[in-house]
């Protein structure tokens, strides 16, 4: 019978059909609750707020820096660590700057240099109406090199 539906067929396509729907949903909120609580750049997780706002990659930066005895310098971003900053930067969580600090901290122990505390802050640029420029700081995280069993509560 070609006319006719199988009606125990239609059950599984329903939420079959209704799936990316919800997910998409799903994805939508989570990013933007992201974006209002954890300063999640409107640019990734979903995307959804990218026509919106500037919030991209350009208009955030990190600040780092390394403090041991005798020293305490900033430090520019090596180019073997740009993509875990720009990270890091878009979506200043625990886990992304933790994972940056232990990344700079390494880097300057192959080179030999002392490290004992490194401290990341995460910048934003904001522009008023007439297109005046401020930096308003995101994050900042310290992360104490010695100390491992404390920097993981």
Same mark, same amino acid.
């Given at each position: 019978?070609?006319?006719? +539906?199988?009606?125990?067929?239609? &059950?599984? /396509?329903? $939420? =079959?059909v209704w799936l990316p729907a919800i997910l998409l949903i799903v +994805?939508? +909120?989570?990013?933007?609750? #992201?974006?209002?609580t954890a300063d999640l750049s409107p640019w990734k997780g979903?995307?959804?707020g990218m026509f919106a706002t500037i919030d991209g990659t350009a208009f955030r930066h990190m600040r780092i820096v390394v403090e041991a005895p005798g020293r305490s310098e900033q430090l520019d971003?090596?180019?073997?660590? %740009?993509i875990i900053t720009a990270r890091s930067a878009l979506f *200043?969580? %625990?886990r992304f700057l933790l994972k940056t600090a232990k990344a700079v901290a390494a880097r300057e122990r =192959?080179?030999?240099? *002392? +490290? %004992?505390?490194?401290?990341? %802050? &995460? $910048?934003?640029?904001?522009?008023?109406?007439? #297109?005046?420029?401020?930096d308003r700081? /995101? =994050?900042?995280?310290? $992360?104490?090199v010695d100390r491992e069993a404390d920097n993981s509560r």
């Open positions: 019978m070609a006319g006719k +539906v199988n009606s125990s067929t239609m &059950v599984p /396509l329903g $939420w =079959r +994805v939508a +909120v989570a990013q933007i609750i #992201l974006a209002k979903g995307g959804f971003i090596a180019p073997s660590q %740009e *200043p969580s %625990e =192959r080179y030999e240099r *002392p +490290v %004992e505390t490194v401290t990341i %802050e &995460v $910048w934003r640029a904001d522009y008023n109406e007439y #297109l005046e420029g401020t700081q /995101l =994050r900042t995280f310290t $992360w104490h």
